[in-house]
C-alpha cells in the first residue's frame, strides 16, 4: 500500500461562534474535497462558543445526518484562543487541523498539507500570500505586530501564518501539556516547534457571515502575544528610565552653570509643566506595562480552567457532559 493511500484518521477543529450562515457551506465543501478520499476518515469537532443565534441548532441538525460531526458546546463563550484549545483537547485524529468554517481557510489545502505530512514533516503551516481580502488597515497593522514580535519575543511566529495547519497527533499531545490560561495559540503553536513545512495559499474572502474580531479586539490579541511570549517591554522601561534620568540630569546641571556663570534667568513656569507632565506620562506608561504582565501573572495563579464543557454531542445522539481544562 502506498503511502499516500494508506488510511488516516483527519480531525478538523472548528471553533464558531454565530456562524449559522456558514455552517451548511462549510460541510457541502467538505463533502466536495474528502468524497473522492476514502482512506482519509474524517472528524469534525465544532466548538460552539457560547453562540447566541442559531449556530447551535444547525450543528446538531448536521450531526444527527452525520456521523463524523462532534459538538463541544462551551458553557459561555470564552474566545476564540479557548475554544480552539477545547476542539484540540477533543479531537482524536492522527493530524488534526484548525479550521474556519467562513472558508478562508480552504478546506482543498489539506490534501496538499496531509503530502507534506506522510514526507515526515510534523507541522504544515497555511502560508498565506496574498492578504488582499482583509482590509488595508489590518494587512498593515498584521505586518507591524510579526516585525514587532519577531525581533523582541522567542519563538519568532512565521508571517502571515494563522491557526491553519495540520499538526500530528505527537504535536497535539505536546500542545496539551501547557497549562497557562492566557493563551496566545500561534505562539504556543510556534514554542512546541517539531519539523515544519509550509504550503502557500491565497486568502478568499468570507463565505457568509461577519468577521468577530473588530480593532480593538486586534489590539488586545496584538498585546496578549507580546506580553505572553516576551519581558522585553519591562526590560526597555528600565533603559528609558536611565536615558530619560541622565538627560534630566543634564539640562539641569546646564541651566545651574548658565545662572551661575551667566545670571541668566532659569527656565519658568511652561517649561516646569512640560517636564513634571512628561514625566509623568512615562510613569504612567511604565506603570502600565507593569500592569499588564501582573495581570497576566494574577490570572495565571488562580488556576481557573480555560474553558467549561457544558455538553458534548456525539454522533450516537449521546449527550456527554464534559468538565473544565
Known amino acids: 500500500m502506498s503511502s499516500e493511500s494508506k488510511p488516516v484518521t483527519l480531525s478538523l477543529v472548528a471553533p464558531v461562534y454565530n456562524e449559522e450562515d456558514s455552517i451548511g457551506l462549510f460541510l457541502d ?16 469537532v465544532f466548538v460552539n462558543d457560547g453562540s447566541t443565534d442559531a449556530t447551535l441548532a444547525r450543528l446538531l441538525e448536521a450531526q ?7 459538538v463541544v458546546d462551551l458553557s459561555r463563550n470564552f474566545g476564540k484562543e479557548a475554544a480552539l484549545t477545547a476542539g484540540l483537547h477533543a479531537a482524536r485524529g492522527d493530524v488534526v487541523v484548525p479550521i474556519d468554517v467562513d472558508l478562508q481557510d480552504p478546506p482543498e489545502l489539506i490534501l496538499q ?26 494587512r498593515t497593522s498584521a505586518n507591524w505586530f510579526y516585525r514587532l514580535h519577531n525581533r523582541i519575543a522567542t519563538p519568532k511566529l512565521p508571517e502571515n501564518v494563522g491557526d491553519f495547519r495540520l499538526m500530528d ?3 497535539v499531545e505536546a500542545l496539551k501539556t501547557l497549562p497557562e490560561s492566557c493563551r496566545f495559540m500561534k ?20 463565505a457568509a457571515g461577519t468577521t468577530k474580531f473588530n480593532s480593538w479586539k486586534l489590539w488586545n490579541f496584538a498585546l496578549e502575544g507580546v506580553t505572553s511570549f516576551s519581558t522585553d517591554p519591562l526590560r526597555i522601561w528600565t ?25 541668566a534667568d532659569a527656565p519658568g513656569y511652561a517649561s516646569i509643566m512640560v517636564s513634571v507632565t512628561f514625566l509623568g506620562g512615562l510613569q ?7 500592569g499588564e504582565y501582573l495581570g497576566r501573572t494574577y490570572l495565571e495563579s488562580k488556576r481557573r480552567p480555560i474553558y467549561i464543557v457544558r455538553r458534548v454531542y456525539e454522533a450516537d445522539a449521546a449527550l456527554q457532559r464534559g468538565e473544565g481544562a
Open 284 to 290: 504612567l506608561i511604565g506603570i502600565g506595562v507593569i
Open 187 to 206: 505562539g504556543v503553536f510556534a514554542w512546541v516547534g517539531f519539523r515544519t513545512a509550509t504550503v502557500d495559499y491565497v486568502r478568499p474572502e468570507r
Open 169 to 171: 497527533r505527537q504535536v
Open 113 to 138: 498539507m496531509l503530502a507534506k505530512w506522510r514526507e515526515g514533516y510534523e507541522v504544515v503551516l497555511g502560508h498565506r500570500i496574498d492578504r488582499r481580502s482583509d482590509v488595508w488597515a489590518k
Open 239 to 263: 533603559y528609558l528610565g536611565f536615558i530619560v534620568s541622565c538627560l534630566s540630569f543634564i539640562v539641569g546641571l546646564i541651566i545651574a552653570l548658565r545662572v551661575v556663570l551667566f545670571g
Open 29 to 44: 465543501r467538505l463533502d466536495a474535497v474528502f468524497a473522492a478520499h476514502p482512506e482519509i476518515r474524517l472528524e469534525v
Open 64 to 70: 444527527a445526518a452525520d456521523e463524523r460531526l462532534r
